[in-house]
């Protein structure tokens, strides 16, 4: 059965900690929602009420767009292995990027992974635990370096290029703000 708390607890701390995947949900006031699967070592729990997860370049910059457009953003974690559980985490989204204040503080908590665009920071407002008595199970065989080895490759002056063409709006035609700020 569903159950809503008002913040993290230890225990559910040290669940978001076990996952190696977690997913992001953001839409705008008008348009698509966006739901996209997250890895790598990319979340940091800052406390009880508080996330935040390193963005990497990616085909898109949808979760930017939409936060920039409402600030609405929800975050799910699934138990893939072991008792199974369903986390989300409902609360108001901000892109914090290399000329802002807060990035000095926030990125020193992730790798420095080629290709880190922002981070992307969500302020809880409750969260919900459900069964996820449904979610199959999966063995962990590892992390793909897929992203990483083209980051790597376009090296940092490819990445600004390849933000400049493909990442200064989202599928909807809103503006993400990387770059023109």
């Given at each position: 059965?569903?159950k809503?708390y008002?913040?993290?607890?230890?225990?559910?701390?040290?669940?978001?900690?076990?996952?190696?995947?977690?997913?992001?949900?953001t839409?705008?006031?008008?348009?698509?929602v966006?739901?996209?699967?997250?890895?790598?070592?990319?979340?940091?729990?800052?406390d009880n009420k508080?996330?935040?997860?390193?963005?990497?370049?990616?085909s898109s910059?949808?979760?930017?767009?939409?936060?920039?457009?409402?600030?609405?953003?929800t975050?799910?974690?699934?138990?893939?292995?072991?008792?199974p559980?369903?986390?989300?985490?409902?609360?108001?989204?901000?892109v914090?990027r290399?000329e802002?204040?807060?990035?000095?503080?926030?990125?020193?908590l992730f790798?420095?992974?080629?290709?880190?665009?922002?981070?992307m920071?969500?302020?809880?407002?409750?969260l919900?635990?459900?069964c996820?008595?449904?979610?199959?199970?999966?063995?962990?065989?590892?992390?793909r370096?897929?992203?990483?080895?083209?980051?790597?490759?376009?090296?940092?002056d490819?990445i600004?290029?390849?933000?400049?063409e493909?990442?200064?709006?989202s599928?909807?035609?809103?503006?993400?703000g990387?770059?023109?700020e």
């Open positions: 059965m569903a809503f008002p913040e993290l607890n230890d225990d559910l701390r040290r669940f978001i900690a076990e996952q190696k995947l977690f997913f992001v949900a839409a705008p006031k008008e348009g698509r966006n739901l996209s699967p997250k890895g790598l070592d990319s979340l940091r729990v800052l508080r996330l935040a997860y390193l963005d990497l370049t990616g910059n949808e979760t930017a767009a939409h936060l920039r457009n409402n600030g609405r953003m975050l799910m974690f699934c138990s893939f292995e072991g008792e559980l369903i986390l989300r985490l409902y609360g108001r989204g901000q914090v290399r802002d204040r807060e990035w000095a503080a926030l990125s020193p790798p420095a992974y080629p290709g880190m665009r922002q981070i920071v969500l302020d809880i407002d409750s919900q635990t459900s996820g008595a449904g979610v199959p199970l999966f063995d962990y065989v590892g992390e370096d897929k992203l990483l080895r083209w980051a790597e490759k376009k090296g940092e490819g600004r290029d390849y933000w400049r493909k990442n200064q709006t599928i909807d035609g809103l503006p993400t990387l770059l023109s």
